[in-house]
């Protein structure tokens, strides 16, 4: 009988301690997300210290029961794999250095992953029929970029966000209506209960030839529209103002999407990152996307947000490729794709 590649994941670039077993990449056997939202909550987003000390007393526990789950012990794993950025470096630290010394200690490879790449394989978990060459959207709390796919390894960038990132946006939107944190899930269940037509907020970019984004004019938009509410003593209707921000968001990333294409010959479109989870955004692509019989693909909810499968499925592909990295490979806060 063939044997498989397994590969342990460890991913801890905010604030989730997550650790996954993979089996040839695509077969999750256990995908575990410890959440420090409870901590972070009260001060209305991620507190780095406290993130990365909660990631050190979360990471043994986590990889501990990720074994468990996919009933292996650490001397039957193939490799031993961690995000090593983009993201809070206290964090990365934890879960690369944890992967790095059992990957020492083991005498097993090393593989580093890029967490945006993360989120992009997350995609092809499970969905074994994604035809390439695709365009791929990735929105997250740090990242807004599309780029286009050739296949697997091969991708260019065509555009990003010059300011805030989609989710950035949600988080701060969220936060100035006293909504919590995190502010994407938050602002889309207001928005259920609100007409997105209510307030024409700007949609920046939408029309210029390029494929960047951003998003610091409709924040001030909003934010200026509420001032202006609360001067001339009018109730906030904050579903409404979430319905019409939420539509806004997903207006310019759906339009800029299209526009890509449009111009590119590409078999499938994909969605990444914990904004993909949008259920509005994903509903708004299907829509768009009948006509041009372009199929359109987003990974379940727990593989949208952070988690570690995603980065298994990665090393896979690395580990078949001999993409191993050194064990003195340092965390990239700023790590790009
Ligand atoms: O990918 P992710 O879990 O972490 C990063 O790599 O940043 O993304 C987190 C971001 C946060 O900004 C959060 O507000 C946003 O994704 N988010 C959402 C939704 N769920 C999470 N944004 C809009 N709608 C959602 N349902
Ligand atoms: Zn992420």
């Keep these: 009988m063939k044997e498989t590649i397994k590969i342990l994941a460890i991913e801890t670039s905010c604030d989730e301690t997550a650790a996954a077993v993979s089996d040839d990449g695509l077969n999750i056997l256990s995908?575990?997300?410890?959440?420090?939202?409870?901590?972070?909550?009260?001060?209305?987003?991620?507190?780095?210290?406290?993130?990365?000390?909660?990631?050190?007393?979360?990471?043994?526990?986590?990889?501990?029961?990720?074994?468990?789950?996919?009933?292996?012990?650490?001397?039957?794993?193939?490799?031993?794999?961690?995000?090593?950025?983009?993201?809070?470096?206290?964090?990365?630290?934890?879960?690369?250095?944890?992967?790095?010394?059992?990957?020492?200690?083991?005498?097993?490879?090393?593989?580093?992953?890029?967490?945006?790449?993360?989120?992009?394989?997350?995609?092809?978990?499970?969905?074994?029929?994604?035809?390439?060459?695709?365009?791929?959207?990735?929105?997250?709390?740090?990242?807004?970029?599309l780029l286009f796919f050739k296949e697997y390894g091969d991708y260019i960038i065509l555009g990003r966000t010059q300011d805030d990132a989609a989710g950035e946006?949600?988080?701060?939107?969220?936060?100035?209506?006293?909504?919590?944190?995190?502010?994407?899930?938050?602002?889309?269940?207001?928005?259920?209960k609100g007409n997105e037509n209510a307030i024409d907020f700007p949609r920046p970019f939408i029309d210029?030839?390029?494929?960047?984004?951003?998003?610091?004019?409709?924040?001030?938009?909003?934010?200026?529209?509420?001032?202006?509410?609360?001067?001339?003593?009018?109730?906030?209707?904050?579903?409404?103002?979430?319905?019409?921000?939420?539509?806004?968001?997903?207006?310019?990333?759906?339009n800029k999407t299209l526009k890509a294409v449009k111009e590119h010959n590409v078999k499938s479109v994909i969605l990444a990152g914990g904004v993909a989870s949008n259920k509005r955004l994903q509903e708004e692509f299907k829509k768009r996307l009948k006509d041009s019989n372009t199929p359109f693909y987003h990974p379940k909810l727990e593989l949208c947000t952070d988690n570690a499968a995603m980065i298994s499925t990665v090393a896979y592909y690395k580990y078949i490729n001999g993409e191993f990295s050194e064990l003195n490979l340092n965390a990239d806060p700023n790590l790009k794709i």
């Design 31 to 145: 995908n575990i997300v410890a959440s420090q939202i409870d901590w972070h909550q009260r001060y209305g987003g991620v507190v780095p210290e406290i993130a990365s000390r909660k990631h050190m007393e979360f990471i043994k526990p986590v990889v501990e029961e990720a074994l468990i789950k996919a009933d292996l012990k650490l001397d039957q794993l193939d490799a031993i794999a961690a995000t090593y950025g983009p993201g809070l470096v206290g964090s990365l630290l934890v879960g690369l250095s944890y992967a790095k010394a059992l990957a020492f200690a083991l005498g097993k490879p090393f593989i580093g992953v890029n967490h945006i790449v993360g989120h992009i394989y997350a995609n092809f978990i499970s969905k074994k029929e994604i035809k390439t060459p695709l365009i791929c959207l990735t929105v997250s709390g740090g990242h807004t970029d």
């Design 169 to 192: 946006a949600f988080d701060k939107i969220a936060r100035y209506l006293g909504l919590g944190y995190p502010g994407g899930p938050l602002i889309e269940k207001k928005a259920k």
């Design 208 to 254: 210029k030839d390029n494929y960047n984004f951003s998003f610091s004019g409709l924040k001030t938009a909003v934010i200026n529209y509420i001032h202006n509410q609360k001067q001339k003593n009018i109730d906030l209707n904050l579903n409404n103002i979430a319905a019409s921000f939420q539509k806004a968001v997903i207006d310019i990333l759906v």
